[in-house]
């Protein structure tokens, strides 16, 4: 029954024009036109199958890992692809590698922290990877502390050469991506010394292995760090440890954009200003956003697909059993995931327009916005990856037995993912930032400097801290007016009564510590605010395709009411609604759900995905489940034979009662 | 530095006797003493080594498990181990294996299914593993709906046989463990039919592969499923798919204990009552709810010992970092975890008398305490298991990037853990069943019929829809009486409000649709309030130790205490309590972990596990955590040697500019 589509019935209810939600999804035609076409290149391409991924022994995958990153950048300069082509064809070809880092790391450290001649030695060789680099910051004992690396740089002005040393055990550099049995080159993060004082964290290009045998220089000990969660996911990466005894590096390997270290050893800073840097910082979170959204979505789109296929009780009279999508419970689960994939979606487009923003104020020396942007982008990762995470396991659990299998796609994609809550800021540590920043908006409240941004509604603090809302029915709730100052109201009253404990403590830090888990409680109140406040901004544009923008409302009800619900501890605590107002908005979101029902299989369709880029049998776009289900568990390898490996030795001794003298 | 306890200090601050903690943990001396010598029995021998497990592909996985299997039950022969030492001997070699299935699913459904004539032929075999058996019920289209089962078993009474047949793809069994390279027979759930009747689904013994040669028989097709979620985890089992093309078996093998089939075809049931089957389903689930209380414990055991290992900023003039269990946002979703770990272990212990005083009712014909019984496991297998699935992986999270590494254990063992969410029941429709429940208790209020045991408290209603909490200061919280009386008044008001919510409705079972997901909120608010009134009531008992019946009760504060702010919606929107009363509970909660941290080691310890049954670098009793995650990461597969396999394939081409040529 190949060609056959299972869903069409789906397909036919939707009340909206697909099409154009595919270009709202994509961000503009440009963008969907790009991603459709390389997507499909990948798809169709058998180098880049995905086929047996789970089942193959590390050494194995990782040999095809560093064959597929091969053969994409044959493929990349056969087939001519720009920058922005080839970026999009290693996102498809969707298997973690040592070019993530190359590419995503290396080469913008280089960047961003080397002098304009330092990018013209480096930069071309990385570029045509006759060089491969890796970024090495994170250290056995040392992760979100960076001013705490122990490895040190040591200036030795006698040859004019840093020596790069591990004084301890947890000093090692562990975890950095295609470290471990790839990279040539590294850049080491290391505490400069020079003058007998501790300068503090640099960056230092050093050269880790041959390039010729490949073999790791004198004094360099390199390896990988093993088996990570999941069974085909990080594993294709080779995470690694690295230690130095003694390494000697020339001068000018010091990344010297910011600072410098003469041929004296004088330490001299640039008159370049250190946020610069920062730059960097928001263009990497925001990216991480983006791609929370298309985790969850790519999560979402399998589950509501299998939501439509899988049905389970209520049958009558020999009928048909329901869709499990009918499912109230299925749908107050599987809704809102659907709802922030597109609400992420949204608040990861302003991000980019953000990093634009303070890129180009920060060319004219604008440094105003800066702390602002910086909470927001933290915040904004903290929050998208965890609903992520959580979302993604949410649409495992949705899928019932079936989505525990590798088949199902949502486990490799759930082990892939969730690294994202930790890496480039652990999400309690980065929403502590943000209460922080909360902290001294509300300081400043009233001493004529007013907040900016996403906290410019604490300027309006005194309407905000007596406002009740002014719902009656559940439809009231639809008003974007209503939410928006209902979450306005709860952030700014819990930030408020969060300052106003916090003024009880003598030692403002002790108070910090003391009342960390309130101040994080906090700081996601506000970045849901956020999340909401640019969704309804979106939904200010104009948007074409016939039924696209009244969908987008029906999702961006769902999104604020869900949370609504789901914090309503928070809303009720706070005393800007009632109890009964409470009540309505879940009325008001199961009304919702009805309406989102007959469209749900299209809003997946939206995403755009191919099914070589789900690489989930109960996703797939036609439906056809249960058959392909079958086909494919007969590919392990435990069925290559009918008698299992191992029978003659541990079984048959069991079955005849031959144990006593068996070899076990 | 071996022999050093990097822990010492931490244990040295416990304020209490750890020795009786771990009896009250154990729940008794004789289930102490057990535990201790077979986990150590376990632990010390080789041929129960867990070496390297993440890394081995399918098949010698699944090879070795064999193995162990058999090494197991000759182990068990020769040291002549009771039952009770035999199943805890299985328990600490602790991976999954078709032996799990044999002895905990297909002997107690002869048992419990069987007659006693087919009880003495077939349970012996059983008993000496002459055959091995499954237990195939769950089918590729068919899992919570066993009214829905597609196999057929339909009976020739020329032959005296029934033919058991698979109808159709999704007919396949599907799931079974034990199945798919195993077994020689299965308990094969099937339609019965007979004389053309449809008699609905029973148990049939079948034989499913040669005792000779392990072949599989004429007419089965047999397999393995596949690969399934996390590294070893649950692919050391063997997960089949089974169909049947109309494959005979005598009459007397169809489970007759409830209903039989005669010579003539003729369908009769026997006077046994059907819901003496409702006992097995107690204990099963109560067994379930044991093993959450092991499951999460054996997380928080390991995130706790590595949170005091772990430091992270606040180094002051060069000293150490601060231990990150020192942080209240590490407390925070640390401490409510380990507060978890305890009370579902005092719950699981109080099912188990209910189990006890069940079977005894049973026996003696009283049915009447089975409805309530049947909803508390339900609820109670639901609420511990979706609790300990993301407790686990909140654990994994406390550990930071560490937690991410297979060689932390805590992949592995949410991994291994996740299904209890779907099996035996999903989480989800379990808890409508006890909404279900739950509304008819409501319903016969004032009927005279009086609601018993864990819904007693219903009994008290017109109270409880009344009452307002009288907590003036954070210390009332501590009040066991507080803490009951709001868990109540919670759970009466949302069952309340969910019946007249439904009563508006001219259709129950649409309305029961319709709000199904704020009845699952009802009851679980129930279940929470089952696992807080059994933790107080368990701090009735006489517990001796110096310091233990105190920490135990600070563990039950954190617990309730914990779930009141997390639910604090429910908490206000009933009327109960007052704002200012909740953040009152949350200023106690604060002061309890403060209470806890010092005793946090020791809490652990006393759940008495061995480095071997952890399996946990960073769990380590002694703490020496770099050391060994640095020796660990050199025997993964990738570093066997120092170039890369592929890189004369794929990376030398590649940094050599020779990629047109090279055969990708």
Redesign the interface.
Known sequence: MEGVDYLADERKKAGFDVDEMKIVWAGSRHDFELTDRISKLVANDP?FSKEGR??????EL??NT??K???A??QI??LRLSQEEATMLRRYVDEPAFTDLHWGMFIPALKGQGTDKQQEKWLPLAY?????GCYAQ?E??????VQ?LETTATFDPQTDEFVIHSPT??S?KW?PGGL???S?HAVVYARLITDGKDYGVNGFIVQLRS?E????LPGVTV?????????GA?NSM?NG?LSFDHVRIPRDQMLMRVSQVTKEGKYVQSDIPRQLLYGTMVYVRQSIVADASVAMSRAVCIATRYSAVR???G?QNGGQ?TQVID???QQ??LFPLLASAYAFRFVGEWLKWLYTDVNQRLAANDFSTLPEAHACTAGLKSLTTSATADGI?ECR?LC??HG????SGL?ELF?VY??A???EG???VLQ?QVARFLMKTISQLGTGKKPVGTVSYMGRIEHLMQCRSDVKQAEDWLKPSAVLEAFEARSARMSVACAKNLSKFENQEEGF??????L?EAAVAHCQLIVVSKYIEKLQQNIPGKGVKQQLEVLCGIYSLFLL???????????HIT?KQ??LA?DQL?ALYSQLRPNAISLVDAFNYTDHYLDSILGRYDGNV??K??E?????????S??????H???????K?Q??T?K?
């Open positions: 180098g789970t089942m193959l022994p590390r050494k990782f040999k560093l064959r990153a091969a053969y950048w044959k300069i056969e045509k990877m006759q060089i491969i994170t056995l004992g040392h992760g979100s502390n705490g055990l947890t090692s975890w471990g049995k790839v040539t390039l045998d490949h073999k790791p390896g990988d760090i093993g088996m990570k969660f999941g069974n990080y080779d440890v049905r389970q009780f049958s059993e499912y109230k419970t107050n689960r396991e659990k019932g037995g525990y299998l590798c088949s486990p082990a969730v690294p809550c930790t890496y652990d999400n309690v502590l510590a003391e009342l960390a888990a309130d994080v619900h789901k914090h309503q501890g928070d809303f009720l605590g706070t005393g109890s409470g009540s879940n199961r249960y058959p289900l079958y494919a568990a007969w590919k392990d390898p435990l069925n290559k009918d008698i299992a490996d191992g029978f030795e541990y079984i048959r001794p069991l079955l009662q144990l006593r068996a076990l």
